[in-house]
């Protein structure tokens, strides 16, 4: 009696578990195709502008995918800055540019954010003799056009009449 009970047992067992791989079949068949993925090129120009004219431009680029990843350029030192404990810390001197392209609905948006810093002027230093450093800060969110330029933002510097204007251009990939 206990086997007859044992071999039911396992039969049932067994059934449950062929009909779950055949629901697991047949739901994977359900499923939608995976989401095409496509790359872009973008084109930053940091451009430096004098009293309404263009006197520099630096030039950055990046290639990324529309999949809603984050993506960094660096190009910078690292500064060991000796804190009050005596420890050092390392602060990031140069550009740092992240983008993202966010496709959830049609238009497809663009975030970028650029951080730019540099040592001040040589003469000047702060408090206890350590140098200063200059920071600017552009970022926005935009609807992305491809094949045309788009400024994301624009920057005055207080001392003087220069305007830093970050510029960037999309572009598809085949």
Request: with cysteine; charged share 25%.
């Amino acid at each position: 009696m206990h086997r007859k009970i044992a071999v039911i047992a396992i039969l049932l067992l067994l059934c449950g578990v062929m009909f779950a791989k055949a629901e697991d079949s047949t739901d994977s068949s359900k499923q939608s195709p995976p989401k095409q993925v496509t790359a872009y090129h973008l084109e930053f120009a940091l451009n430096e502008l004098d009293d309404g004219k263009k006197v520099n431009t630096r030039h950055y680029s990046m290639n990324l995918t529309d999949d809603n990843t984050m993506e960094d350029l660096k190009i910078g030192t690292r500064v060991p800055v000796e804190t009050e404990s005596g420890k050092f810390e390392y602060l990031d001197v140069g550009t740092n540019i992240t983008a993202r392209l966010v496709q959830y609905k049609l238009p497809m948006s663009l975030d970028v954010r650029a951080n730019v810093s540099n040592f001040a002027i040589p003469g000047e230093v702060g408090h206890g003799g350590r140098p200063l450093l200059r920071q600017m800060v552009i970022s926005g969110s935009t609807i992305a056009v491809i094949d045309k330029p788009i400024i994301i933002g624009s920057v005055d510097d207080p001392d003087s009449k220069r305007e830093f204007q970050l510029e960037v251009t999309l572009t598809r990939l085949k």
